[in-house]
């Protein structure tokens, strides 16, 4: 490319010569990385997560408070790999503009380079490696997939890195985002991308994300030629979110070798599309060889397939609390939580720290006296498994407390559990 180009299309990235749209603040992203950049041991911090969750919104906010923090604005270069006038995408281009923005642009200072959506170009870590270890720059790479994380870059990058976990808005920044009233009831069935709680169409720009995520995080990543199999894949995930899978049964369900059904949901828990929760037990062995639970890490997919009667309403409810749950979990040391199964009983969620364990059921109502009786059955079980005097069940408003069988059971409105437990994890909360 000649240089003019190459710094016309720099330029247009940066904030050098014009201000650039940095999207509504997520300070809570925001002050994590503006802390790991501060360290001096930490060149590197990682952005990761699924495709449109705000990532590269999140490292312009980042670009915007180091200027406001008296940084030059030419310190700050960033690098939009995903820019279609890059027509070649190779650490020769990576060479290329770096060279042409320290001769032209800023020739002596230290910079903060932002590599955004990583993935896109081959080569990334060799350039990243070599410039942190001469001392130049520090980095923040985004992108959208585990694949950042693998043991082969850590160990090119001499494991100096941190990772920063991105995720659709949690319920306290949709509320935030949006100042709608009932917010609850929002991203129960509307998930929290962004630009779809900004949007009207809705619909559309769901379908385009899950299609995009599919195309470009799996099939273009890992070379899928099997493609309906994955389509059929994912979409039998999202819409069988809460429930108890097993490769095999999944491979049989579907007509795949079971290599293939493996291989294709690692794909998309790579690309952050789904999450899978694993049984309690204290026992590996036991835990290792127990069906596990699949869970959408965003609301939007199982929604936009399933249908809102009240079924499906109590497994949107089940994987918001999940998604909750997971987003806490990649944010917080000691902090893991499971499903748990014995004897033909379920407790939906098993939640440790440390050595502290809770029991969580979530029920979307509880007037049935079915669905009360199964889901306090469960706890009690539970509980004695566990030597618990309390637990949980998450509404989606009821209230109260009562003491069944000598166990205290609070039932919960899940805003409310939701708001504390972001809370007490989540730094930086709406």
Wanted: with cysteine.
């Amino acid at each position: 490319m000649e240089k003019a180009l190459i710094l016309k299309i720099l330029d247009s990235w940066n904030f050098w010569s014009h201000d650039l749209d940095t999207g509504i603040s997520r300070n809570n992203y925001v002050n994590t990385i503006l802390r790991f950049i501060d360290e001096s041991q930490i060149p590197i911090v990682i952005e990761t997560g699924i495709r449109r969750a705000g990532k590269s919104f999140i490292a312009k906010q980042t670009a915007r408070a180091l200027i406001d923090k008296n940084l030059h604005k030419t310190q700050v270069l960033i690098i939009n790999l995903e820019d279609e006038r890059l027509i070649d995408r190779n650490y020769e281009t990576l060479l290329e503009m770096y060279e042409a923005y320290k001769t032209n642009i800023n020739p002596s200072e230290k910079t903060i380079i932002i590599l955004d959506e990583a993935q896109e170009i081959d080569g990334w870590e060799r350039f990243v490696r070599g410039l942190t270890e001469r001392e130049e720059a520090k980095f923040l790479i985004t992108g959208s997939s585990s694949k950042l994380l693998d043991s082969e870059y850590s160990t090119l990058l001499s494991g100096r890195q941190v990772v920063v976990y991105v995720h659709p808005l949690d319920l306290l920044e949709y509320r935030e985002f949006t100042k709608r009233e009932g917010s609850l009831s929002h991203i129960l069935k509307e998930g929290g991308f962004p630009a779809v709680a900004l949007s009207k169409s809705k619909n559309d720009i769901v379908y385009s994300y899950f299609n995009t995520i599919i195309l470009k995080d799996v099939i273009q990543r890992y070379r899928v030629r099997k493609q309906d199999d994955l389509i059929h894949i994912a979409k039998f995930y999202v819409t069988s979110v809460g429930s108890r899978i097993t490769f095999n049964r999944v491979a049989k369900f579907l007509a795949l070798p079971v290599k293939t059904a493996y291989n294709l949901s690692k794909y998309l828990e790579n690309a952050y599309l789904v999450f899978f929760v694993e049984r309690f037990s204290f026992s590996s062995k036991s835990q290792n060889n127990s069906p596990k639970k699949v869970y959408s890490i965003d609301n939007s997919f199982p929604s936009l397939i399933g249908l809102n009667h009240v079924e499906v309403l109590g497994r949107l409810l089940e994987n918001l609390i999940a998604s909750t749950l997971y987003k806490i979990s990649r944010q917080t040391t000691d902090f893991r939580f499971f499903y748990w199964h014995e004897n033909g009983k379920e407790v939906d969620f098993v939640v440790k720290r440390k050595t502290k364990y809770e029991a969580f059921q979530v029920a979307y109502s509880v007037k049935d006296d079915k669905t009360k009786t199964r889901e306090i059955s469960a706890l009690l079980d539970c509980a004695a498994y566990l030597n618990l005097d309390s637990c949980q069940i998450i509404t989606m408003e009821y209230a109260n407390e009562e003491v069944v069988g000598g166990i205290t059971i609070t039932y919960v409105p899940a805003s409310e559990w939701i708001a504390d437990m972001l809370n007490n994890y989540v730094a930086g909360s709406a």
